[in-house]
């Protein structure tokens, strides 16, 4: 069920209320069937839109003004969030010590969910304006999306490059691996081994936060990076034996199975 939906007859007191209580049971709300996790911003934010549109509803008279107001209270926030988290403004303040990839999951799942109540946020406030109004807040709502989708892409395109400058490092390690051993190889080189560990749990912690789609998205960018460090390391490899070409072989398998199996 949609927070802003022109079905849903409620009271903001009471919504907002209920939406506290669902994150601290859950910390997650759902809307459009997507659960998301909700920090307390967004519950703020909740409970000034809903102020807003209890003024619409109550004074038509002024349901443009109130309109805008609204609308620039979300740029307003996309805006402060971008720069304290994706920016890192809030290391910057001294609010925090840095900025985690789990912050940067946690805001984008404030962007999800603001993205996805927004058809239903327009709609409420449609109720009361002239068709004339209606034409311009159109408008207005349609920049305002983009601003949020912009945003959120920007949030993945930086885990996406976390996550690559984290696995070239470790693939440059690639080039410290002794390849003329003379023994049987038993198990994956070290490299190899903590590439496919770190994005074994940084999936497992991403996927809990953005669902599978949006992991999806971050790990298809760090792929393709991925894919070029490798052909460059590798092509710059000295394999010297046999039982060297099998230690290759052995962990450009093991990454590959690790890819397949996040796929």
């Not at 960018?221 to 991925?226: L, Q, S, V």
């Amino acid at each position: 069920e949609f927070f802003f939906s022109s079905r849903r007859r409620h009271t903001r007191s009471a919504s907002v209320s209920w939406a506290r209580r669902c994150v601290q049971e859950t910390e997650r709300l759902v809307s459009e069937e997507v659960s998301y996790c909700i920090v307390n911003s967004i519950l703020v934010l909740i409970q000034i839109v809903y102020d807003y549109m209890r003024m619409i509803s109550c004074l038509p008279s002024i349901s443009y003004e109130c309109s805008n107001k609204l609308i620039e209270i979300i740029k307003t926030y996309n805006t402060k969030a971008s720069h304290l988290v994706l920016g890192a403004g809030a290391v910057q303040l001294n609010k925090m010590k840095n900025i985690t990839a789990k912050h940067l999951a946690l805001s984008s799942q404030g962007l999800g969910f603001i993205l996805a109540e927004l058809p239903h946020i327009k709609g409420r406030i449609d109720l009361f304006l002239v068709d004339k109004a209606k034409a311009v807040i159109e408008e207005d709502f349609s920049n305002l999306k983009k601003d949020l989708i912009k945003h959120r892409d920007d949030i993945y395109k930086k885990l996406s490059s976390l996550l690559s400058i984290r696995g070239i490092e470790l693939i440059e390690n690639a080039k410290k691996t002794d390849f003329g051993i003379t023994s049987e190889p038993e198990k994956a080189s070290d490299y190899a081994a903590s590439l496919a560990q770190i994005f074994q749990q940084m999936y497992n912690a991403l996927v809990n936060l953005l669902q599978i789609e949006g992991t999806g998205l971050i790990f298809q960018e760090t792929f393709n990076d991925i894919a070029m460090t490798l052909e460059s390391v590798y092509s710059s490899l000295t394999i010297a034996t046999i039982q060297g070409a099998k230690q290759f072989i052995k962990d450009l398998r093991d990454i590959e199975a690790t890819i397949t199996g996040l796929n």
